[in-house]
């Protein structure tokens, strides 16, 4: 069966630190990945997809960043945290009949 | 305007109550139809998923489509504490490399 694993599942960091959130996929190939971010009670913001290896779209002009090394790897990024990146990161796959599935998330708190 | 619309509540019911949430939409595209729980500080898992018009039933839980009328349902039938989260309706078309996400209504069942 397919797995989703994200970490660090909880991160609070300085303003102006870097940013590296990692989420793997296991059990299957070649899948549609997505970062989310998801404020205090508001929705889902799609932040990034990627269709594939080096294949990355972005949602929203920010200075985050996103990269996908290997085909079941997804990492988001930030050289300089701002406070306004505080929120909880959601990575997600893309299974059959479009389904999405997502990761426990990771809560960051920019301090 | 968004393409999902969603009540955010919060809604609250007695345990054992049947509970209706409801989403409404624009884009007549849509016809993958999910359902998500997400409880507090964990990331959104899937419920129920439909394709087109029409009514799937799962255990307590029953999702309707109704595409003439641009509406989806989810009803829960005796709720149970268990069921307190936030339910977040998502929709896209077919081959979308993007689900649309509503933002969510909270439900608390009281015991």
């Known amino acids: 069966s397919q797995t989703i694993h994200q970490w660090p599942a909880t991160l609070v960091q300085p303003v102006g630190s870097p940013l590296s959130l990692e989420c793997t996929v296991e059990g299957t190939s070649n899948p549609n990945l997505y970062w989310y971010r998801q404020a205090a009670g508001r929705g889902l913001q799609l932040l990034f997809y990627s269709v594939g290896i080096g294949q990355i779209s972005s949602e929203v002009p920010q200075n985050l960043s996103a990269s996908r090394p290997q085909d079941r790897q997804f990492i988001l990024s930030s050289k300089k945290l701002l406070l306004s990146d505080s929120g909880f990161y959601l990575c997600a796959w893309r299974g059959g009949g479009n389904t999405i599935y997502f990761g426990e998330g990771s809560w960051l708190t920019v301090v | ?111």
């Open chain 2, 1 to 111: 305007q968004k393409e999902v619309e969603q009540d955010p509540g919060p809604l609250s019911v007695p345990e054992g109550a049947i509970v209706s949430l409801n989403c409404t939409y624009s884009n007549s595209a849509f016809q993958y139809f999910m359902w998500y729980r997400q409880y507090s500080r964990k990331g959104p898992e899937l419920l129920m998923y439909t394709y087109s018009s029409g009514n799937k039933e799962d255990g307590r839980f029953t999702a309707q489509v109704d595409k003439s009328s641009k509406y989806i349902s989810l009803f829960i039938r005796d709720s149970q504490p268990s069921d307190s989260a936030t339910y977040l309706c998502a929709m896209n078309p077919p081959n979308a490399g993007k689900s649309t996400f509503g933002d969510g209504t909270t439900l608390t069942v009281k015991p």
